[in-house]
């Protein structure tokens, strides 16, 4: 139930653009998403997460949207700011088991000035 | 404050030599994790605990093994060393059940180096 990225790929966008990011899961009985903002030598910090029964979900200057029959995630942020560089992860519970979690390849974002 | 800490920041040790790291929460949750890190790649679950119940992955290393004395502290330790095992160990908390979130909480990760 697992992906691993080897390499990242990357999004470079300009300060107060959109920022589109996607993700592709694996298991089509996953119930519960999470995306992940991870920054250079800390651990990941939750940004927003999605219920499967949902399809789109917003927070403060993020959504999330979920596409179920393609098993696909996106996350949108409005506004990009220099602070929003990180590596971003989607993550997936496992089927019937939201104590399991596995994350999806990351994407590193660079916001230019 | 700090919810979920991490000991020792950064660890080297020597090729086969065991170590030993720590996770520490002040969350009261009743699920931890423990996740591998290596360098531009995504976290790997290796196990966690939902309360006192071990839950290993099928392909975790016997190498990997771990410890939770109680709800606040959990332990990694890591056998017999590999160069191949160098990477950041993080440790995640999440309360299981009844909330709308099952948000994980990390803390700083441990970066292990292996001579």
């Known amino acids: 139930g697992e992906s691993v990225g080897l390499h990242l790929p990357t999004l470079s966008v300009q300060e107060g653009d959109n920022s589109i990011i996607n993700c592709a899961y694996s298991?089509?009985?996953?119930?519960?998403f999470i995306w992940y903002k991870q920054e250079s030598g800390k651990g990941p910090q939750f940004i927003i997460d999605?219920?499967?029964?949902?399809d789109k979900r917003q927070g403060q200057r993020v959504t999330v949207l979920l596409n179920k029959t393609v098993k696909h995630l996106s996350l949108q942020i409005a506004a990009t700011q220099p602070g929003d560089s990180a590596v971003y992860f989607c993550?997936?519970?496992?089927?019937?088991?939201?104590?399991?979690?596995?994350f999806g390849s990351g994407t590193k974002l660079n916001v230019k000035p | 404050d700090a919810m979920v800490i991490q000991n020792p920041r950064y660890q080297v040790t020597q090729f086969g030599k065991p170590v030993t790291l720590s996770c520490s929460q002040t969350?009261?949750?009743?699920?931890m994790y423990w996740y591998q890190q290596k360098s531009s790649q995504a976290p790997k679950l290796l196990f966690h605990?939902?309360?006192?119940?071990?839950?290993n992955e099928a392909d975790t290393p016997d190498n990997f093994q771990s410890r939770r004395p109680n709800t606040s502290f959990c332990f990694l330790d890591i056998r017999s060393p590999g160069l191949g095992d160098a990477a950041m160990y993080l440790c995640?908390?999440?309360?299981?059940?009844?909330?709308?979130?099952?948000?994980?909480?990390f803390g700083p990760g441990t970066r292990l180096t292996v001579t």
């Open positions: 298991n089509s009985a996953s119930d519960y």
């Open positions: 995640a908390t999440s309360r299981e059940g009844g909330a709308a979130s099952y948000e994980q909480y």
């Open positions: 605990y939902y309360d006192k119940d071990f839950n």
């Open positions: 999605i219920r499967s029964n949902m």
């Open positions: 993550a997936e519970t496992a089927p019937y088991n939201f104590n399991k979690f596995y």
């Open positions: 969350l009261n949750h009743n699920v």
